[in-house]
């Protein structure tokens, strides 16, 4: 059954009642087109089959056009021409989402209006790529997706290398007047320039160069981190459902995109719904049938506050990426650039505490005891 916007009263009953009945994980497929039947979306019924918003989230495919891309900068000309790639883009980068009408999470949640939220958004994004530009090789870009005209990020033009236009979120604010949830990360991710590509989230900021972790890509095709600090983690853990969706790294290939897109149906289906907990679930789908081969990112590289009652974290060797607001929100240090390294002054294993206000960090002393039975470790601060 295909709902269409001029159906009677009746036909949308009827088509109600088999929506109800389909589950979200059957989805039929033409094996001509690639592309999946619309019938299993409970979430937009009532978009005409003639929509592009309709094919841009039914097709599995990358959504980037040359007409998407807003920006270029020079930066980007310059790598293009000395280096060029096969989709004509740079080949490596960080990708960053923004859309003021899917105030899901963070800065968003508390604004008043979506331009309020956007500009929210785009001040804390622009911290996080502002702090990768301090790290990032030369031929390493750094990409921003958005909904709303160039203008709005003209302020912060000079930290990207591409500004591009995302459709799908903006087609669909009149079915969706309260957004379109966390597929707005989703969508982000499916408008990458990069062959290679890292997504962050904007409660992020850089300690070091990131591009050692790509190696990841060599041997699979996607690489994401896994979560520290949610409640009922060991459950989580146990049913592979603990991944954090900050921050993913992955290729764009076919079965990527495919990925992408059944999580992205998934979440239409539940809409007020977390995307983490997908991610588990089509990876263990995808992982069993053997289309993807997926990398867990090391702690020192995706570093977060450890658990809600901010105990110890332990870490060695240098950390790359700081994720979370308990982060951001420190004092002591003052500033992220003195917090990476104050938290990397020492590389050897540490422990990490912080109160969200203050940063402490401890080593173990050199000149702990050795007793007859046994080794008794004591702990030393590292001073700031």
């Known amino acids: 059954v295909e709902p269409v916007r001029d159906a009677s009263a009746a036909s949308k009953e009827q088509n109600a009642n088999v929506l109800n009945e389909i589950d979200d994980e059957i989805l039929t497929e033409s094996d001509a087109e690639g592309v999946h039947k619309f019938h299993h979306l409970k979430a937009l019924p009532e978009v005409p089959d003639t929509s592009r918003l309709k094919r841009d989230l039914l097709s599995d495919v990358w959504l980037l056009e040359p007409q998407s891309v807003m920006y270029r900068s020079e930066r980007a000309h310059e790598t293009e021409r000395t280096k060029p790639t096969d989709s004509g883009f740079m080949r490596r980068g960080i990708i960053y989402g923004i859309s003021g009408t899917s105030r899901v999470g963070g800065q968003g949640k508390t604004a008043a209006s979506s331009s309020e939220a956007f500009q929210r958004y785009l001040n804390e994004v622009s911290a996080s790529a502002r702090s990768a530009r301090e790290v990032l090789p030369g031929n390493m870009g750094i990409a921003l997706v958005v909904d ?20 799908v979120t903006d087609e669909a604010a009149g079915y969706f007047p309260n957004g379109m949830g966390w597929t707005v990360k989703l969508l982000t991710m499916l408008f990458t320039p990069f062959e290679q590509t890292l997504y962050v989230d904007g409660d992020t900021r850089f300690c070091a160069d990131p591009s050692g972790e790509f190696d990841a890509l060599k041997y699979a095709a996607i690489a994401l981190a896994k979560d520290v600090r949610t409640p009922d983690l060991a459950t989580l853990r146990a049913m592979n459902l603990d991944f954090n969706a900050g921050v993913v790294l992955y290729r764009r290939n076919r079965v990527i995109a495919v990925l992408m897109h059944e999580i992205i149906r998934m979440l239409l289906n539940h809409i007020s719904e977390g995307d983490q907990q997908y991610w588990g679930l089509e990876l263990e789908k995808f992982d069993v049938f053997g289309n993807v081969r997926y990398h867990v990112l090391s702690p020192r590289f995706h570093f977060q506050p450890c658990r809600r009652d901010k105990s110890a974290c332990v870490v060695d060797g240098q950390v790359t990426l700081l994720h979370g607001r308990c982060w951001l929100s420190v004092k002591k240090p003052s500033t992220p650039r003195q917090f990476c390294a104050y938290l990397n002054s020492v590389l050897d294993t540490r422990f990490v505490y912080t109160d969200c206000a203050e940063l402490r960090v401890l080593t173990i002393d050199s000149n702990s005891s050795s007793q007859k039975d046994g080794f008794t470790p004591t702990l030393r601060e590292v001073p700031r």
């Open 148 to 167: 709303q005209p160039l203008e709005m990020v003209r302020s912060s033009l000079g930290l990207f290398d591409y500004v591009i236009f995302n459709r």
